[in-house]
Nanobody, 123 residues
Framework: QVYLSESGGGLVQTGGSLRLSCAASRRTPSNLAMGWFRRAPGKEREFVAA????????DYTDSAKGRFTISKNKAATAVYLQMNSLEPEDTAVYFC????????????????WGQGTQVTVSS
């Protein structure tokens, strides 16, 4: 079983930055694909970013391109999301996800999910 724990959410003004972190449990299989989803109030869950097991494959939703950067640590047991130029539309609960299959991380069928961390961007 893989346990994911997010941190780094909070309240920030428009144009500000936050860095989300997600740590996987100690017995996590190596080279899992990892990523981030978010759910805004009253909206469906939305893919944000994904990074492959070796860190060579990266994808972003269109609204995140140029503003967000996903990365992993060398041990591939943690994933980060640097969010810059935040907008009120980015307000959501952000979830860390992980799976052996990269496609599952992208399409939301990943086997492992964190509890989520709240990001609120004030206008």
């Amino acid at each position: 079983q893989v346990y994911l724990s997010e941190s780094g959410g909070g309240l920030v003004q428009t144009g500000g930055s936050l860095r989300l972190s997600c740590a996987a449990s100690r017995r996590t299989p190596s080279n899992l694909a990892m990523g981030w989803f978010r759910r805004a109030p009253g909206k469906e869950r939305e893919f944000v970013a994904a990074i492959g097991g070796l860190g060579r494959t990266i994808d972003y939703t269109d609204s995140a391109k140029g503003r967000f950067t996903i990365s992993k640590n060398k041990a591939a047991t943690a994933v980060y999301l640097q969010m810059n130029s935040l907008e009120p539309e980015d307000t959501a609960v952000y979830f860390c996800v992980a799976d052996r299959a990269y496609a599952a991380v992208v399409d939301g069928t990943a086997g492992y999910w964190g509890q989520g961390t709240q990001v609120t961007v004030s206008s």
